[in-house]
C-alpha cells in the first residue's frame, strides 16, 4: 500500500502508479531531446528519471522558445538540518536557474512546520535561519533569488492566500491531504500559502509570467488541487517537475528525511562522519560472502551506494561501468560505498567552503517588501 | 428557535437564555453601582440593558482599581456602508476610551468580509476605505487608538494567528459556527485572526495587560473559542461586554443590518432622508385608529421609534415620560417617531461634520508596524 501526501509517505513508492493517481505526464525521451536542444545539454537527473514526471513543462519551454521568461519556485520546510535528499532537489533547481537565466523565489514554510511539528515557534525560527545558511551555500544567484518567508513577508502573501482559500473547501482537503476534523485550522489553511509564490512575483512587478516549480513529487498534491485556482485568479497556471525520493541512507522505504541523525547525511557532516554513515548504513545489494559477491553478483537496484551514485556521479560511462561490474561481481560493496563517499565529501566541500561566508548573505537572499 | 452566530442571527433573540447558552454573566446592579463609582458614571447603554452582558469584566475593574491599564479592542467587517448599529457599539467604545483614558484597537476584518461574502477583494478595500472614514468621524481619540488591517498588518498579525489556529481544531469550529466540510479554508481559519487583536499590543509593546473587547453578542463565539487558546499562549484572558441587537427599522427580528437600504439610517443620511426613513419604516406599536390609540394607548416594547429612543434620549427622565405618554396613548406614534427624528439627526450632524476632515486622518490611525 502506497501513501504519497506533503505530510505521509508510506510503503514502497510505485512512481508508475502515481503518474495515473497524480494525473502527472511522464518525462519522455522527446521532451528530454527538446530540453537539451533549448538548454543545451540535459541534466543526469532528467536523463537518469529522478526527475520523472512534470505538469505543463511543454507549455515553458514554448514560452521560452518564444523568448518569454519563466521564473522558478521551490521551498524548504524548516523544521531540521538540511540533508542530501534536499540537495538533489536544489542542485538541479540551481541547474535551470544557470541554465535559462531566470529568477527564483524560494519559499521558507515556517508556518507549516509549526502547524504540523510538535515544535515551538521559536524552534522553527531557529532552524528556519540555520537552513537560510544551506540554502544560499547551495551557491543560488543572489541577484536572481529571493526569498519568502511566509509569515515575515505575510503581509504580502496573506491577502493573495485568501484569494486561493476562498476557491477551496474542506472536502476538497480532506480528500487531498487525507485530514480530518482533529486538525488544526491552520494546517487546513496552509496550502494557500504554498500556492501563493507560484504567482506572487508576477503580482508584485506586474507582469504575467509563467513559473515552474521542481518539487518532490509528495508536495504535489498542493498543486494538484490550487494550479486551477492560480488560473480563476487570472494567473498562468503554474508548471511542476517532480522528483522521486532519494531512497534513505538505510535503504527503507520512503523517503529520505532528517529523523534519524546518524542515518542520514547532513551539509554540515564532516568527511568522517560521511564514511562512518556510509560505511555503517547504507544497505547493500551485496552477497553475504565475497565469495558468493565475486560468482553471483550484486544487485543494483537495492544497494544504496549504487542508487545515491545515479545523484552524483555525473559521467554516465563511468556510472554505467559501476552498475556493470557490481552486477557482475566484480567490485564490492565497500569499494562503491568508497566512491560514494568520495563523491558526498566532493559535494559537502564545496558547500561548506560557501557555507562560510553564507549568513551573511541572508539579507542579501531575503525579499524586500 | 434562535440562532446566534457570527454569520447567523436568527429569530426572536431570548437574550436570558442567551446567557445561559454561551455561559455569560448578566450585568447586574451591583456590577452597575462599582462602574459609576469608578467611572464616574454609568452609560445610558449600561443602565438600559443595552450591553447587557460580560465575561471577567469585574478582573478588567479589579485591575483599574489597582492603578493597572487595559486596552480596548473592536472592529469592523467592512462589507457595506455604517449603520446605526454599528454607532451605538462604538459610541459606547468611545465612552469607554474617554471614562478610563485607555487605548483602542480597532480592527477591519477585511480578510473575514472577502471570505464569507460574494464580494471581489476590491469592493472590500473600497468599503473599507470609506468604512474607516465613518469609524474616524466617531470622534476616537487619534493618539490612543490604532487601525489593524488583518490583510496590510499581516505580518505581524499571521504569526500570531498560527499560534493560535494550533490550538484550535476544525471540529471545535463546526460546532461554535455552526460550519460544514464545504465552507472554504479560509473561513475556517479566520476566527484565529480575529483573536490576535486580543492579545496583540502586548506583544507589540511588550507588556501584559487585559483586553476589554464590546461587541455585538454575536461575535461572542470568537472569543468563546478562543479566550483560553490566548491564556494558554501566556496572555491575559480577554474580557468581553455583550450587546444586545438593536431592532431594524422594520422591526422584524434579528439584527439591524445594512442589506436594505432604504430601510436603515446611514451615517451619510440627509435630515430629509432620515425624515423619510423613520416615518415610512419605524415599525409602530401604536393601534390603528387615534381615537383607539387615544384610548388604549400604544405597545412601547414593539414600537421601534420608542426601542430606538433608549439608544439616542440620554435623559433618563424624558425616556420614562416619553414611554409613559406613549403607553397612555398621550403621545401618537408620529410625535415619538418626530422625536428620534429629531435625535438621529442630532448625531449625523456631529458625525457629517467630523466627516469632512476625517480621509485625511486615515494615515494617523492606521498602526504603523
Known sequence: MTKVTPYDVEGDVDYDRLITEFGIKKIDDKLLK???KIAGEVHPYLRRGIFFAHRDLEKILDAYEKGEKFFLYTGNGPSGPIHIGHYSIWSFTKWLQDKFNVELWFQFTDDEKFLYKNMTYEEIQEWMHKNMIDVIAMGFDPKKTHFLIDTKHASIMYPEAIKVAKKITFSTIKAAFGFTDS?????????????????????????????LIPLGV?????????RDVVQKLGHKKPAIIHAKFMSPLTGAAGKSGSTENAKTIFMTDTPKEVKKK?????????KETVEEHRKKGGDVSVDVACQWLKYFEEDDDKLAE?????????????????MLIEKLNEILAEIQERRKTAEKKIDDFVYKM
Open 218 to 226: 509528495d508536495q504535489d498534491p498542493h498543486f494538484r488541487i490550487s
Open 278 to 286: 556510509v560505511n555503517k548504513y547504507a544497505f547493500s545489494g551485496g
Open 183 to 211: 486538525n488544526n485550522i491552520g494546517s487546513i489553511f496552509y496550502t494557500a500559502m504554498q500556492t501563493v509564490p507560484a504567482f506572487l512575483p508576477n503580482v508584485l512587478n506586474n507582469k504575467n509570467e509563467y513559473c
Open 322 to 338: 559501476i552498475y556493470d561490474k557490481y552486477s557482475k561481481g566484480e567490485l564490492l560493496s565497500g569499494e562503491v560505498k568508497a
Open 34 to 36: 527538446r530540453i537539451e
